[in-house]
């Protein structure tokens, strides 16, 4: 059973930093591109990063570009996420998400997600 | 950036009905179009991607048709367990998604 467990959310102040992790198993980790999606409150979803099953491409949305980092480490079944420079407007659900495919960039349809944890930046 | 807007944002429905929700793609997008269903408190479902393929598990209720810019999602005969938000999904360039559409019981 594919199973995608995220941690490390909680409340930070703008300008902080916070690091998601995302343990996956069930599957062949180092086979499936990976992708991080958050959800504003009363928004619908929103793509943030993503990163090919070798983790040798990333990709990330023009808000996050610059400030958020993705990585996986095979070893470890686990996907990270670094935020850096948080702004209020990052409060949400963040999700990570197994893409439907290898080879994806961001552009996969995404056939399993996490339960999500919650990223509060406020002052 | 490629826009998606979907239509109505809440559908009123009865058990049995039969229901279409409609997602426009500000540009092409050829069959690059997934569904998603969710419910409160929990992760969006992957229901049908490439516009019409049913993903393993999703009831044949369920259908998707449309390309380039047009696209539905119809449910033959609302189930309980139906009634949740929809969300579509472009993923021509990088992925964007529509802003919802709740199914609820009228």
């Known amino acids: 059973e594919v199973q995608l467990l995220e941690s490390g959310g909680g409340l930070v102040q703008p300008g902080g930093s916070l690091r998601l992790s995302c343990a996956a198993s069930?599957?062949?980790?180092?086979?499936?591109?990976m992708s991080w999606v958050r959800q504003a409150p009363g928004k619908g979803p929103e793509w943030v990063s993503a990163?090919?099953?070798?983790?040798?491409?990333?990709y990330y949305a023009d808000s996050v570009e610059g400030r958020f980092t993705i990585s996986r480490d095979e070893s470890k079944n686990t996907l990270y996420l670094q935020m850096n420079s948080l702004r209020v407007e990052d409060t949400a659900i963040y999700y990570c998400?197994?893409?439907?495919?290898?080879?994806?960039?961001?552009?996969?349809?995404?056939?399993?997600w996490g339960q999500g944890t919650l990223v509060t930046v406020s002052s | 950036d490629i826009q998606m807007t979907q239509s109505p944002s809440t559908l009123s429905a009865s058990a049995g009905n039969r229901v279409t929700i409609t997602c426009r793609a500000s540009?092409?997008?050829?069959?690059?179009l997934a569904w998603y269903q969710q419910k409160p408190g929990k992760a969006p479902k992957l229901l049908i991607y490439?516009?019409?393929s049913l993903n393993t598990g999703v009831p044949s209720r369920f259908s998707g048709s449309g390309s380039g810019t047009e696209f539905s999602l119809t449910i033959s005969g609302l189930q309980p367990d139906d009634f949740a938000t929809y969300y579509c999904?472009?993923?021509?360039?990088?992925?964007?998604f529509g802003q919802g559409t709740k199914v609820e019981i009228k």
């Open positions: 998400a197994r893409d439907l495919g290898g080879s994806c960039g961001g552009d996969c349809p995404l056939d399993y």
């Open positions: 069930g599957f062949r980790f180092s086979s499936y591109a």
């Open positions: 990163v090919s099953g070798s983790g040798g491409a990333t």
């Open positions: 540009q092409s997008i050829s069959s690059w």
């Open positions: 490439k516009a019409s």
């Open positions: 999904q472009q993923y021509k360039t990088y992925s964007s």
